[in-house]
C-alpha cells in the first residue's frame, strides 16, 4: 500500500519567520509528556532568546504563507543582507529626519507614524511599515501565546532597530502598530 506522509511542521521555516521553534519530543509525541500553555500577558522587554514555541501547534500552511510575506519584506537567500539593510535605512532615514524636524532624540510612536503620513522624508519607510504592520497582525493572527508574540516580534523588528539605532525594538512595534490605525496618508509636505 501507499501512503503519504504529510509534513506537520518545519522547524527552519518557523526559525526564518522569528519564531524559536522545537519539534516534538518522543514522550510528547506519545502523549506522556505534558506542555504548558502560557497566555499570560507578555511583558515588553521579555528576551527573545528566552521563549520556544512548539512547531506542532500551527498549521503547516499558514507558516508557509507567512514565510512567503515575510520573504517579501526580508528577502530571501543571499538578497537577504541587503533587502533588510535597505528596509532598515529607510525606517532609521525617517527616524533621524523626525528628530532633525521635531528637535528631539525621544521618538513618541504615535507621533512618527503620523509624521510618516504628512511629511515627504517618511515616503520611504511607508510601504515598509504597511508591510510590517501585515506581517505583525497574521504572525499574532497563528495563534502565538502573547509572551510568544512579544519574543518573536523582538526578534523579527531587533533586525531593523539594532541597539545602537535611533529607535528601539518596542518603540518601533508601537509605531508600526499606530501607523497601521492612521488613515491614507495625505500628500506630503517638506
Known amino acids: 500500500t501507499d501512503s503519504v506522509i504529510p509534513t506537520v511542521y518545519d522547524i527552519e521555516l518557523l526559525r526564518g519567520v522569528a519564531i524559536a521553534g522545537r519539534g516534538a519530543s518522543i514522550e510528547g509525541a506519545m502523549g506522556l509528556a505534558r506542555s504548558f500553555y502560557v497566555d499570560a500577558p507578555a511583558e515588553a522587554e521579555t528576551p527573545p532568546d528566552a521563549v520556544q514555541t512548539a512547531a506542532t501547534r500551527f498549521d503547516i500552511d499558514s507558516i508557509q504563507r507567512l514565510a512567503d ?106 509605531a508600526i502598530q499606530a501607523y497601521g490605525e492612521m488613515p491614507a496618508p495625505a500628500a506630503p509636505t517638506s
Do not use: W
Not at 507614524?113 to 506581517?135: M, P, Q, V, Y
Not at 501565546?145 to 523579527?156: D, F, G, H, Q
Open 69 to 174: 510575506l515575510h520573504d517579501s519584506i526580508f528577502g530571501t537567500g543571499t538578497q537577504a543582507e541587503e533587502q533588510t539593510r535597505i528596509v532598515r535605512d529607510d525606517i532609521q532615514a525617517a527616524v533621524a529626519c523626525y528628530q532633525s524636524v521635531y528637535g528631539t532624540q525621544v521618538i513618541d510612536p504615535h507621533a512618527f507614524a503620523t509624521f510618516l503620513n504628512e511629511h515627504a522624508c517618511g515616503i520611504g519607510a511607508r510601504d515598509h511599515f504597511k508591510s510590517l504592520r501585515t506581517l505583525l497582525t497574521r504572525m499574532r493572527d497563528i495563534g502565538l501565546t502573547p509572551i510568544e508574540y512579544i519574543a518573536m516580534r523582538n526578534r523579527l523588528l531587533s533586525r531593523l532597530a539594532p541597539a545602537d539605532s535611533f529607535i528601539g525594538v518596542t518603540d518601533l512595534a508601537h
